[in-house]
């Protein structure tokens, strides 16, 4: 499974001071079945800890999902500021995700090139 975030993903977990290890735990329960939201088409919504608190007060990923393939963070917020996204931002993501779960290898090495993208690190532990 190859996990990539979004150029504007990539600031918002840097603001937040989300780490790697928790988009790969997120995407590793996806995996697992275990998913906070399904809206369908690839689009899933994952909870994300607060540092050092649980969930449910925490962070909301929207993420385009391939079961065993490949997973794109394209959008975070936190519990506080918005309850969901709405039904316009549903249908955008589900656009996108058409689109990016499945391009070529080749397609997605240009939007990484190119900074669109960067793939997710995930170490062993994290894995496991």
Not at 96 to 115: C, H, N, P, R, W
């Amino acid at each position: 499974m190859k996990i990539y975030k979004s150029k504007w993903f990539v600031r918002f977990a840097r603001k937040e001071r989300i780490p790697d290890a928790k988009l790969c735990e997120a995407v590793q329960n996806a995996e697992k079945g275990v998913i906070d939201a399904d809206y369908g088409d690839g689009l899933i919504k994952q909870r994300i800890a607060r540092p050092g608190e649980g969930k449910s007060g925490g962070y909301r990923s929207i993420i385009l999902f391939k079961k065993g393939e490949r997973s794109f963070f394209v959008y975070g917020f936190a519990k506080s500021d918005r309850d969901n996204i709405d039904e316009s931002d549903e249908r955008d993501f589900k656009d996108l995700a058409k689109v990016l779960l499945d391009t070529s290898d080749e397609q997605l090495a240009d939007l990484i090139e190119a900074g669109k993208y960067q793939e997710v690190q995930c170490d062993e532990q994290a894995e496991g």
